[in-house]
């Protein structure tokens, strides 16, 4: 099972700041296949990224997400008032699929 | 675009089992892998298992001895079940197409 690990624990920012968040896995991600969520309290995730740096439709161009291997990042360029939230990275290239921890991004 | 819509019981009493469906609106059911994924109040995501379109799974192996996933074409809807539940499967569950398209999810509370 791959575990993903995900920091830091908590992102306290201000809107305009940009935001780096990291996740790291166990054992190498076959194919890329790293999608990030944002998830806010009362909603179900909502898909950001999948294999590692492809947004999502929908998804403005502030979010970017790198990686290969076993390092990831997820770049919010400029924080917008609405991105505050907690974010999860998830595997899906072997089984088990897992997700991390979660980074919460809250306001400063 | 398509919707998923989790529904069933709220209250599940230990021991027995959990049943749950997911419809599915706006897209055919008979492509894809459809997932479940469960969250336990204030805590993290755990994947439970992806059931495909001809109905071949694969679950979570903390989980395998108790859940079964299924598809039903017909009527465009995904089932979980899960047995012999405990306290600790208090959760909000989550369907999904892939890892995709989220449902809302429903809470399901194991409690006597």
């Known amino acids: 099972e791959i575990v993903l690990t995900q920091s830091p624990g908590t992102l306290s920012l201000s809107p305009g700041e940009r935001a780096i968040l990291s996740c790291r896995a166990s054992?190498?991600?076959?194919?890329?296949?790293l999608a990030w969520y944002q998830q806010k309290p009362g909603q179900a995730p909502r898909l950001l990224i999948y294999?590692?740096?492809s947004r999502a439709i929908g998804i403005p161009d502030r979010f970017s997400g790198r990686g290969s291997g076993t390092d990831f990042t997820l770049t919010i360029s400029r924080l917008e008032p609405e991105d505050f939230g907690v974010y999860y990275c998830h595997h899906y290239g072997s089984s088990p699929w897992t997700f991390g921890q979660g980074t919460k991004v809250e306001i400063k | 675009q398509v919707e998923l819509q989790e529904s069933g019981p709220g209250l599940v009493k230990p021991s027995e089992t959990l049943s749950l469906t997911c419809t599915v609106s706006?897209?055919?059911?008979?492509?894809?892998?459809w997932s479940w994924i469960r969250q336990p109040p204030g805590k993290g995501l755990e994947w439970i298992g992806y059931v495909s379109n001809s109905g071949s799974t694969n679950y979570n192996p903390s989980l395998k001895s108790r859940v079964t996933l299924s598809v039903d074409t017909s009527n465009n809807q995904l089932s979980l079940k899960l047995t012999s539940v405990t306290a600790a499967d208090t959760a909000v569950y989550y369907c999904?197409?892939?890892?995709?398209?989220w449902g809302q999810g429903t809470l399901v509370t194991v409690s006597s």
């Open positions: 054992q190498s991600v076959s194919s890329n296949y």
């Open positions: 706006g897209g055919s059911i008979s492509s894809y892998y």
């Open positions: 294999s590692a740096s």
């Open positions: 999904a197409r892939g890892f995709t398209d």
